[in-house]
């Protein structure tokens, strides 16, 4: 699996983690591996393995200086491609020593405000996912991120599972404060699904019942895209998504055990307030509260926040925030689910689509077969959406336009 995963681009930090040439190095773990990142003089952005090739001391303590990385103990320094490019302390036959102290260098790339690396073989043409929140202007896309104590797989199954929110993320009575979920969400908790698979993964279309309309139904549609991306379905009261923003996760590995949830929004009609900013994007936002290191701070050590008071009055889970709602179940499955434990419905059908369909590229790659997906960035410009379709209406072909992205569509119109 890990194997398959190195084959895709995956966000990596921030761009704001590594803002200033020559600035402070960041300690970095991805897919098991201890890396640490760096913008040297000209503004690259390097990753390269963690420790030094000389005695190991890691070089996030570092001096970033004049185009390299020049560890402390003593004073081997390395450029944003790995090579060790000067080694002061071994003033005779250091020419010898440089391309043995080569590190490991992974190609980076900054789209939409994130640092993308891609880890996998040199010789295979992945291209970054051609996402249409990393292609918009600052004002109308925001990306953030936070721990997450478990492993990828059961994070992704959570995102595709959109029938838990009409349980975890609802609420029984309205809550001060909060706007009203639309009506077709407060009845119908037993959602039909659809899955079909695309190019770059599966979409996912969860059918409920319209209140007053017994001859359209509400479709949800969630966009999954290998090999831990997701976009879920706007919630909105209009016909459909058609003039709304929308918002997705990555799910990145660390190790087995861990992740970093990346969390995206884009709006591609127009510009987001300074108030929808902070919301979609900062630390105390929607997506928070996270502290400087983008540690949640509500977490298993403090129960979450878990407020019964509010589980009692109208608050279904008891917990605040919409993130912390997933990680307390997430989390709370150990930091690797024993899935053969588990007890499988038909709600969960986009869970086993999305097990099988892993298992199956993960297979083939093994074979010697890599990913076709990940050599076509344009094929994950796709949006997710939500919309009231006719009962005989396939939910793909109603809902064809407004799953485009923004460069998708107009040549579609045209």
Known sequence: MGKLLRHYWMPALLEEEVAEPDGSPVRLRLLGEDLVAFRDTRGRVGIIEAHCAHRRAHLFYGRNEECGLRCIYHGWK????????????????????????????YRTAVRGGVVWVYMGPSDFP?????????????????????????????????????SHASFLHSRTKPVAGRRPLPRFWTDDRHPVFEIKE???GLLVGARRRINDDPNRYFWGITQFLMPFHQMFSPVTDAEDSSACNYSGHSFVPIDDESIWLWSFSANPHREYSDEELAWHGGRDGYWG?????????????????????AQRDGLYSGIVSVP??????????????????????????AVIMFRRKILQLADDCASGK???AAKHGDWFNVRPATTMLDCAIPFEQGASKLLLGRNLAQAEVR
């Open 198 to 200: 695309t190019a770059a």
């Open 78 to 105: 390395y450029d944003v491609e790995g090579n060790c490019v000067d080694i002061p302390s071994e003033p005779e036959g250091s020419e010898l020593l440089k391309p043995k102290a080569k590190r490991v260098a």
């Open 370 to 372: 890599p990913p076709e």
């Open 289 to 309: 509260p996270v502290d400087e290191n983008y540690m949640p701070r509500m977490n298993k050590y403090n129960d979450y926040g878990i407020d019964r008071a």
């Open 126 to 162: 992945a291209e970054p996912p051609n996402f249409e929140w990393s292609t918009l202007p600052a004002r109308q896309r925001t990306a953030t991120k936070r721990l997450q104590r478990c492993n990828w797989a059961q994070a992704v199954d959570g995102s595709i599972d959109s």
């Open 324 to 349: 912390d709602q997933d990680a307390a179940v997430q989390e709370s499955m150990g930091a690797i689910v024993d899935r053969s434990k588990e007890l499988l419905g038909r709600s969960d059908r």
